[in-house]
Nanobody, 122 residues
Framework: QVQLVESGGGSVQAGGSLRLSCTVS????????MGWFRQYPGKEREGVAH???????LYADSVKGQFTISQDNAKNTVYLQMNSLKPEDTAMYYC????????????????WGQGTQVTVSS
């Protein structure tokens, strides 16, 4: 059974940084295309970042230069480094796994974590 567990969320002041982690169990992460999404209350999930099995990355325009996605196959974990955080980055963040290229399209992902809350205060 594939499971994704996010951690690392919390409260931070504007300008601060957080690193989210997503640990995968049940399947080696090297087989997956991984993504990070965020969801505002009452809104649909939006793609933030994606990393392919070959290490190619893709970012939403809103986070380019601010967020960095990476993965550690030895730890079966994908990360989202978030710098220069702004109040508008406040959201629930989810990681997701896909068997093929999925980009920032949430419908293309098969497995999802339970989410971790990020709150940025001004």
């Amino acid at each position: 059974q594939v499971q994704l567990v996010e951690s690392g969320g919390g409260s931070v002041q504007a300008g601060g940084s957080l690193r989210l982690s997503c640990t995968v169990s049940g399947v080696t992460i090297s087989k997956f295309f991984m993504g990070w999404f965020r969801q505002y209350p009452g809104k649909e999930r939006e793609g933030v970042a994606h990393i392919s099995t070959g290490g190619t990355t893709l970012y939403a325009d809103s986070v380019k230069g601010q967020f960095t996605i990476s993965q550690d196959n030895a730890k079966n974990t994908v990360y989202l480094q978030m710098n220069s955080l702004k109040p508008e980055d406040t959201a629930m963040y989810y990681c997701a796994a896909a068997w093929g290229w999925a980009g920032l399209n949430s419908a293309a992902y098969t497995y999802w974590g339970q989410g971790t809350q990020v709150t940025v205060s001004s």
